[in-house]
C-alpha cells in the first residue's frame, strides 16, 4: 500500500504546484496591466480624474476582479480617486461620487480595515461640510468600529478624534468636543507628532472649546500660546486667520468689540491672503464684525457688514447653502436690539422661511442647518414677538408669541438631546435660560387673560423642564429595569459612569496628567456609548430621557392630599415666577424682585450662621446679624410665600430653582417681632407649614411611586475622630477639620431606641463597614461630618472612622453608584444639602448623590450644624416618624419641640433650621402591625376551617 500512497502524493504535488504556477502567470499578466492603469490614476489630478476618472476606476477593479489579488492597491486607488474628485467639485455634486466609491468597496472581499476607514472618513468629512448631521453620527460609529480592529497606531484615529470633536460642537456638546480634542492631542503627540497640519486644528478647536464654555480668558490665552506655536511652526499658514478669528470671538464675548473687530479683520486680511478656498470663512467673518460692531452701538456699520457677508455666501455658494442662516439670524438680531422691530419681524419671518428649507420644522426640528445659529434665530424672534405684544396689547400678537416659543421650545428639545455630555447640557441649559423665561411670562399672561387651563399646563412644563433632569433619568430607569435589554443597557451605563467617577476622584488628590488621560478616555467611551444607544436602542433612549408631560390635574390626583401644596418657582433675572397647586386649585404669580434672589438669600444665611461660626464672637457681631436676620427673612417671606400665604395648606412640597435650593423656609419670618432677640416667639413660618423638597415635580412623584423599602431596620453610623488642636466647642473648626464629636454616639444610640436596627460605631465605623452593610438596611443613620465642596459638587464627602481607616471619605460620585433600597436616609453631617450650584440641576450634593443611589427620601443640612442641638433634634424626629407621622410633620414637630424645651439664645435658627427634608414624605411602614394582621387573619382562617371541621363531626 505504500507505494500507492507515495504516487497519489506526488500526482497531487504536481497537480497543486501546476495550479498556483498558472494562477501566479495570470496574476502577474493582470497585475501589469492593473498597476499600469494604477499609476495613470495616481498621477491625475482632481480636473482631470472629474471626466474619465470613474472609468478608469471602473478598469482598475474589473482587471482586479478574475484573481482579487491586489483588493488592497484597488482600494488605495478608489479612496485616492474619491478625494481628488471632491475637491474638485461642489459640495452638493461629491455625495454620488463618494457612494459610487461604497460600491465597489463592497464589492471587494480583502481591502484592508485601514483603507475602509479611509473610505468612512471621506464620508464624514463631506456629511459634516454640508451639515447633515445625522447621517454623519452614522458614519462616525462606522469609522469609529472598523478603527476597533486595527492592531496598530493608525492617522485615521486622529481623524477620527478631530471629526468627533466637531461633531459634538454641531451639536453644542461642546465639552464632549474638547474632550475628543484633548484626547486626539495627546494620541498625535504620541504616535504622529510630525503631523503639524492635525495639530494645530486640535489646538485652535481647544481654543474654540474654551469659548463656547464661557471659558473667555483661558480662550484668550490658549489663541495667543498657539498663533506663537505658528509663528515658530508655520509662519504665513491658513491657521493664522482661523486662530485671530476665533481670538475675536472670546474678545467680543467678554464686551471687549474693538480688541474683537481688530483681530477679526487681521483674520478677514490671512484669509484673502490664503485665496478663494477660503470664501466662506471670510463671509463668516465679515459677519463676526458685525456683531462687535452692533454691540458697540455702530447699527449702520453692522448691518452693512452683515449684508456685506451675505451677499459673499450668496455669491461663491448655492441658493440653499446652510451657512447663510449665521447672516440672516444677525440682521434679525442687529434690528431688534435697535429697536426697529417691523424690520426685525419681517426679517425674522425670512429667516425661518429659510431655516424651513434646511428641513426645520416646529413638529419635526430635525434639519441639515448649525443648530447654534437656528436657536439664536429662535430666540430672537420669540423676544421680537414678545416685544410686539407689549407694544400692541393685543390677545392674538400675544397667541402668536407663545407660538414662536413653542417652535424655540420644540428646538431646545431637539438640540438637548443631542447633548451627551451632562456639563454641556448645563451650560446650554443656562444660555437659553433667558428665553425660557420670555416664554413663560407670555403663558402667564395669556393664562391670566383666557384662564384656559391649556396655557398652565404649558406655563409648568416649561418651569419643570430640564430641572434636575439626570436624576429624573436615574428613576426612569429603576422603571425599566425589569426589561432584560434595557437592564443590560442599565448596568453597561452604570460601569463606564463607575469608571468615570474613580477616575474623577483619582485627579481630585494626585492631579496627575496620566489621570486626566485616562478620565477624558473613559469620558469618551461613555459618550460614544451614549451616542450608541441613542442609534440602536432608540425606545431605551427616549424611555430614559423623555418622560411624558404632565398636567396640574395629573399632579393634583398623584401627588397632592387634601393638607398638602406645591410651590414651584423659576428665578428670571428681574422676576419670579411661583406656581403654587392645591389639590382643587392652582395659582400663578409673577413677583418683582429689586435685587437678585441669590445675593438676597446668601445674606440670609450669613445672618444666620456668621456669628455661630465665628472665631471672634462679640455682643456687637451678635446685635448685627440678628438684625440683619431679621430683616432678611422677612423680606424673602414677602416675595416668596406672602402672594400666596393664604392660599398654602399645612404641608408645602418646595420645588426650588437655582439658589433657592440653600433656603430652609421654616426660618422665613412671616412679619417682624417686637423683640428680635426672643427667638422661641417669632412667628417662623415653622410653625405653620411642614416644609419638604424636592429637585422637580417629575422627580417627587419618581420617588412617591418607588416600592416602601422590604426591610424598616435602621443602620445607625457614629464614626470616631482623632482629635485636632482645635477646640470642640469652637464650632468654626468644624469647616476645615475633622474635630471630635462629643454626642453622635449619643445620637445613634438615642434613634436607635426609636427603630430595630444595628449601630456601627468608633474604629467600627470605617467606609469599608458602611459600603458591605448599606444595602441591608430601610433607613440609614450617618451621626458625623460631612462637607460640601462648592467648586466641584461630586467631590462633597462624609467622613468616616479615620482612627484605622486611610480611604475615610465617602464622596458623592461613589455614592452614585450604590443600589440602595432605603426608606430614609439620615445625613446628621454638616453640610450634606450643600455642593456645587447648577442652574438647573440644583445643588450637587451629598443629599441629590443619596436620591442617585435610589434612596425614597433623604434629610439632610444646609450648613455645619450644632452636634448637641442635633441630638434632641434627631431624637424627636425618630420618635415623631415611630409615631406614623409624616417626614415632613416629623421633622417640623421635631423642630418645635427644641423650640420649646430652649431658651432664646439656643432657639435661634442656627441650631434648628439647617435640616430638612427631601424626597417622598409618606411614613415609614409598619411591617410588624403588617406582619400582625397577617397573623390574625390566618389565625381566623384556621379556626373558621376548625369550626367547619368541628360541626361535620357532629353530623
Known amino acids: 500500500m505504500k507505494p500507492l500512497h507515495n504516487v497519489l502524493a506526488i500526482l497531487i504535488y504536481s497537480s497543486v504546484v501546476w495550479s498556483i504556477t498558472f494562477l501566479l502567470s495570470i496574476a502577474q499578466t493582470d497585475s501589469v496591466s492593473l498597476h499600469e492603469l494604477y499609476q495613470k490614476l495616481m498621477h491625475a489630478d482632481g480636473e482631470s480624474l472629474k471626466g474619465e476618472g470613474d472609468s478608469l476606476v471602473q478598469e482598475i477593479f474589473n482587471a482586479n476582479q478574475q484573481t482579487g489579488l491586489h483588493d488592497s492597491l ?14 474638485a467639485i461642489p459640495l452638493k455634486d461629491r455625495l454620488p461620487i463618494l457612494q459610487a466609491g461604497q460600491k465597489l468597496f463592497d464589492k471587494l472581499s480583502l481591502a484592508p480595515i485601514e483603507q475602509r476607514a479611509e473610505l ?16 454623519l453620527a452614522i458614519y462616525l460609529r462606522k469609522m469609529r468600529l472598523l478603527l476597533d480592529q486595527l492592531l496598530s497606531p493608525s492617522e485615521l484615529e486622529i481623524n477620527l478624534a478631530y471629526e468627533n470633536a466637531r461633531y459634538a460642537y454641531l451639536q453644542n456638546d461642546f465639552l464632549a468636543s474638547i474632550t475628543f480634542l484633548q484626547n486626539g492631542l495627546q494620541y498625535l503627540e504620541e504616535f504622529f507628532p510630525g503631523n503639524l497640519r492635525m495639530k494645530i486644528n486640535f489646538l485652535n478647536g481647544i481654543g474654540v472649546g474654551y469659548r463656547r464654555t464661557n471659558q473667555l480668558q483661558l480662550g484668550i490665552e490658549h489663541h495667543h500660546r498657539t498663533l506663537k506655536f505658528l509663528a515658530d511652526r508655520a509662519p504665513g499658514s491658513s491657521w493664522e486667520g482661523l486662530v485671530l478669528n476665533n481670538l475675536g470671538l472670546c474678545h467680543s464675548d467678554l464686551g471687549q468689540n474693538e480688541e474683537a473687530i481688530f483681530f477679526m479683520k487681521k483674520a478677514i486680511a490671512s484669509y484673502e491672503f490664503q485665496g478663494e478656498h477660503y470664501r466662506n470663512e471670510i463671509a463668516t467673518g465679515h459677519d463676526n464684525i458685525a456683531v462687535a460692531f452692533r454691540d458697540l452701538g455702530q447699527i449702520d456699520s453692522a448691518l452693512a457688514y452683515s449684508n456685506h457677508a451675505l451677499r459673499l455666501m450668496r455669491q461663491y455658494y448655492s441658493p440653499d447653502y446652510p451657512d447663510q442662516l449665521l447672516p440672516l439670524s444677525t440682521l434679525t438680531e442687529t434690528y431688534y436690539k435697535d429697536q426697529q422691530l417691523a424690520r426685525a419681524d419681517s426679517m425674522s419671518r425670512i429667516s425661518i422661511d429659510f431655516l424651513k428649507t434646511l428641513g426645520w420644522s416646529v413638529e419635526d426640528p430635525h434639519g441639515d442647518y448649525f443648530l447654534t445659529d437656528a436657536l439664536n434665530l429662535l430666540a430672537t424672534s420669540v423676544q421680537i414677538n414678545h416685544a410686539l405684544f407689549e407694544e400692541s396689547q393685543e390677545i392674538q400678537q400675544l397667541k402668536a408669541s407663545v407660538e414662536i416659543g413653542k417652535a424655540y421650545m420644540a428646538t431646545i428639545d431637539y438640540a438637548y438631546d443631542g447633548i451627551l455630555n451632562s456639563g454641556s447640557r448645563d451650560i446650554f441649559k443656562e444660555k437659553s435660560r433667558k428665553i425660557f423665561s420670555l416664554a413663560i411670562d407670555d403663558l402667564l399672561k395669556l393664562y391670566h387673560l383666557t384662564s384656559e387651563p391649556y396655557w398652565l399646563d404649558l406655563a409648568f412644563n416649561y418651569i419643570e423642564k430640564y430641572k434636575s433632569i439626570e436624576l429624573l433619568q436615574v428613576a426612569q430607569k429603576d422603571k425599566i429595569q425589569e426589561h432584560r435589554d434595557f437592564k443590560q443597557l442599565n448596568e453597561e451605563q452604570s460601569i463606564l459612569k463607575d469608571s468615570v467617577y474613580l477616575l474623577e476622584k483619582a485627579l481630585v488628590t494626585s492631579n496627575d496628567s496620566e489621570d486626566r488621560r485616562s478620565l477624558n478616555l473613559a469620558l469618551e467611551k461613555l459618550y460614544n456609548w451614549r451616542q450608541l444607544v441613542k442609534a440602536s436602542h432608540p425606545r431605551y433612549h427616549d424611555l430614559i430621557n423623555h418622560p411624558e408631560p404632565l398636567t396640574i390635574t395629573d399632579v393634583q390626583q398623584t401627588l397632592l392630599s387634601h393638607d ?3 410651590l414651584s418657582y423659576h428665578v428670571a433675572e428681574n422676576d419670579l415666577y411661583l406656581l403654587a397647586i392645591n389639590q382643587s386649585e392652582a395659582r400663578f404669580e409673577k413677583i418683582a424682585v429689586n435685587a437678585p434672589i441669590s445675593q438676597m438669600i446668601e445674606d440670609l ?4 450662621f456668621a456669628y455661630h461660626l465665628s472665631g471672634q464672637k462679640s455682643e456687637q457681631l451678635y446685635s448685627l446679624k440678628t438684625e440683619q436676620f431679621i430683616e432678611s427673612s422677612f423680606s424673602l417671606y414677602e416675595i416668596l410665600i406672602g402672594p400666596v400665604n393664604d392660599f398654602l395648606k399645612e404641608r408645602v412640597l418646595v420645588i426650588p430653582d437655582k439658589s433657592l435650593g440653600y433656603l430652609p423656609f421654616d426660618l422665613l419670618l412671616a412679619e417682624r417681632p ?33 416600592p416602601h423599602a422590604d426591610n424598616q431596620r435602621l443602620l445607625a453610623v457614629a464614626p470616631s475622630f482623632s482629635l485636632s488642636k482645635s477646640k470642640p466647642e469652637e464650632l468654626y473648626a468644624l469647616r476645615s477639620s475633622l474635630n471630635h464629636l462629643k454626642f453622635n454616639l449619643t445620637e445613634a444610640e438615642s434613634v436607635l431606641g426609636q427603630f430595630p436596627g444595628i449601630g456601627l460605631s468608633g474604629i467600627d465605623a470605617t467606609k469599608t463597614q458602611f459600603l458591605k452593610q448599606s444595602n441591608n438596611f430601610g433607613m440609614i443613620h450617618l451621626a458625623t461630618h460631612g462637607k460640601a465642596n462648592d467648586g466641584e459638587g461630586d467631590f462633597s464627602y462624609l467622613a468616616f472612622s479615620n482612627l484605622a481607616d486611610t480611604d475615610f471619605r465617602l464622596y458623592a460620585n461613589e455614592i452614585y453608584s450604590l443600589d440602595l433600597q432605603s426608606e430614609l436616609v439620615t445625613l446628621s453631617a454638616c453640610e450634606s444639602g450643600l455642593g456645587e450650584l447648577q442652574s438647573s440641576e440644583g445643588i450637587i450634593s451629598l443629599a441629590r448623590a443619596f436620591s442617585f443611589a435610589g434612596a ?12 448637641q442641638s442635633t441630638v434632641d433634634l434627631m431624637t424627636g424626629f425618630y420618635q415623631n416618624l415611630s409615631r406614623s407621622n409624616t417626614k415632613d410633620i416629623a421633622l417640623q414637630q421635631a423642630k418645635i419641640t427644641y423650640l420649646n424645651q430652649v431658651d432664646h439664645v439656643d432657639a435661634h435658627p442656627f441650631f434648628w433650621s439647617a435640616f430638612v427634608a427631601v424626597g417622598d414624605m409618606s411614613p415609614i411602614p409598619k411591617k410588624s402591625t403588617r406582619r400582625m394582621l397577617y397573623l390574625i387573619l390566618i389565625i381566623s382562617l384556621l379556626a373558621t376551617i376548625g369550626l367547619i371541621y368541628k360541626s361535620k363531626r357532629h353530623f
Open 120 to 135: 468612512a472618513n471621506q464620508f464624514v468629512i463631506h456629511l459634516r461640510q454640508s451639515s447633515q448631521v445625522d447621517s
Open 605 to 608: 444665611r450669613d445672618n444666620v
Open 74 to 87: 484597488v482600494s488605495v486607488a478608489i479612496n485616492h480617486y474619491c478625494r481628488e474628485v471632491c475637491k
Open 856 to 867: 425614597k427620601s433623604i434629610v439632610s443640612t444646609l450648613w455645619s450644624v450644632d452636634d
Open 674 to 706: 417686637s423683640n428680635i432677640f426672643q427667638f422661641k416667639t417669632h412667628d417662623y413660618l415653622l410653625k405653620h407649614h411642614a416644609f419638604s423638597y424636592c429637585y422637580s415635580v417629575y422627580l417627587a412623584l419618581e420617588m412617591q411611586r418607588k
Open 564 to 566: 398638602r401644596s406645591i
